[in-house]
């Protein structure tokens, strides 16, 4: 299958329709992708649409974007469904309860597949902005193979992806929004000792520019890229395809996951296998 891995800049829209043009574009330029990832909080763009005032505030901003959640998940669906692809939209702000979870979800050419919300949250949510952790990982199986999701922090986790694969996940993607350099190598190590760990494929899909019009997405730093297990089965550096540092567009690669499979029986260590002996 083909992989797209976004780095994803954000803009200000003055309606929906911009929000709906620009999603759209992004779509086509995966040039048919089979599996389109995008970032952490990339939805926070559609705090915008509440004008100057409201997406310059940190509360204000999450119950914005909040507001447009059932828009958001017709226009992946339609759009899903209209290029025969599966799509990981951005994460935001999702109201379960008193205080937000950050939730992505999944869709496919059938429609929404399901949900994953953050696990660990960082300082910056817990102590600034009080975005809460919504406790429980899933897999979902799909055409494509079985899927698990660990949102930025959660890839730096190793027992969090130790669980996803256990479960059976063959691909972990990894949506981050990270404001240095040094908060993206973070994720950037995580994604790939989890690679590394669960023999497996990773994707790490990052937020990319300046955005001054509210604190909480005002730097992003990152590349996207997919990695592997420097096992024998796939490059040795275990990067697939990366992209340039802060340069926004879409990182693809074509991945067999039947390696995986083959890797987990024949690599030239068997990590994912030989797990147990450290415990």
Partial sequence: MKIAAA????????SFADYEAKLTRWVEEADGADLLVFPEYGAMELASLGGREVAGALESSLHEVARHAEAVADLHAQLARRFDCHILAAS?????????????VLYGPDGRIGHQDKQVMTRFEREDWHVTGGPGLQVFDTSLGRIGILICYDSEFPLLGRRLVEAGAELLLV??????VAGFNRVRIGAMARALEGQCVVVQAPTVGDCDWNPAIDENRGRAAIYAPPDGFWPESGVIAEGGMDQPGWVMAEVDLSRVAESRRNGAVLPFAHWPESE
């Fill in 92 to 104: 935001g702000p999702h109201f379960a309860g008193a205080r937000p979870v950050n939730r992505a």
């Fill in 175 to 180: 949506p981050s929004c990270t404001d240095t």
């Fill in 7 to 14: 780095a994803y800049p954000f803009d200000w829209f003055d």
